[in-house]
């Protein structure tokens, strides 16, 4: 798609995985039409706002939902993956507000370990159900008694019968409210959330796979942009330099009725020297850090991937 480009001090440390979140979920209604969505990314905030049209001649209640990112314990008990806010069930910080007036919607938590819902059982020795509230979580089991810890890993949940195991089950989470739809008149819905983002070190050989142009559309534009970076960069002897992904699933929109009328996206890569790219044809260059893409009657075809390049880590949250 797109680039352009940087500098910036970076360092060496372990790469980590996105964790992929999108936009919310509605019970599919016929009536329910999505007028437009103004979907804004950036590094540190993706928000989204809705105007929804009833078009029956009656109020519609339904329930809408946002579904945050799974988190399996199993996968990522190695990985450098921090969450945005690790010390809370809302590790995304997820607000949403409705014609303007905030909106706290209820918060389901489950926790599986396989097939079989361990959610009673964590909760029954205060353990928090994210196993990637790592300090919660190694507070509480150093709470518990040496018996019940032995139980808890002979069960498959922890590591090992210690006070600093890894945490093995996978959480699922969403927020979930009712909303009434008026009939005859437009209801604004906005929400945002800080992104789990992904990082990597990035050297030339890796962007210029197919594999990887194609997951980000790196052009040749942007693979240039690579290596002046990586000549730029701090990590240049060693032909690195520091990439992130920030998910978004566009296809949770499939749940409303019809088309989007009006479609924008807007990406913004945070500094004018950082490079970007995702996958968009028609992309347009709005300000020094931002690119616009827009459709009419859009049908949600493909996920976002949005790479951003850069040799400044404080820019991409890297500690």
């Not at 990112?69 to 809370?88: H, K, N």
């Not at 014609?99 to 370990?113: I, K, M, N, S």
Request: proline share 7%; aromatic share 8%.
């Amino acid at each position: 798609m797109m680039a352009a480009f940087l500098s910036g001090p970076a360092q060496a440390n372990d790469s980590a995985a996105a964790l992929d979140a999108g936009g919310l979920v509605l019970v599919r209604d016929p009536d329910i039409a999505l007028a437009s969505e103004d979907l804004r990314i950036g590094l540190d905030r993706i928000a989204v706002d809705y105007v929804f049209r009833n078009t029956s001649a009656a109020p519609k209640t339904l329930r809408i939902a946002f579904p945050l990112p799974a988190i399996d314990g199993a996968q990522l008990s190695t990985s450098a993956l921090s969450l945005p806010f690790e010390d809370r069930a809302n590790f995304v910080g997820f607000t949403v507000t409705v014609d303007g007036v905030p909106v706290t919607p209820q918060l389901e938590e489950r926790a599986y370990l396989g097939t079989r819902e361990v959610t009673a059982l964590l909760t029954r020795h205060g353990l928090p159900l994210n196993p990637l509230r790592r300090k919660d979580l190694e507070a509480a089991v150093k709470r518990l008694d040496p018996a019940t810890q032995q139980e808890l890993a002979k069960a498959g949940l922890m590591s090992d019968p210690s006070d600093m195991p890894d945490f093995l089950w996978r959480s699922e989470a969403k927020f979930h409210w009712e909303q009434t739809f008026p009939a005859g008149r437009d209801l604004r819905v906005s929400h945002a959330y800080v992104p789990v983002k992904g990082n990597h070190l990035l050297a030339v050989a890796e962007a210029a796979t197919p594999a990887y142009r194609a997951r980000y559309c790196l052009d040749d534009a942007g693979l240039a942009g690579v290596r002046r970076l990586i000549a730029t960069s701090p990590m240049k002897g060693q032909g690195l330099t520091r990439a992130v992904e920030v998910p978004y699933i566009v296809t949770t929109a499939r749940n409303w009725a019809g088309r989007i009328g009006r479609f924008t996206l807007t990406v913004d890569k945070g500094s004018p020297a950082a490079l970007v790219s995702f996958c968009r044809t028609g992309v347009r260059k709005t300000g020094p850090t931002t690119f616009v893409w827009e459709a009419q009657d859009y049908v949600p075809d493909a996920d976002l991937r949005i790479l951003i390049v850069s040799n400044d880590d404080a820019l991409l949250g890297i500690r």
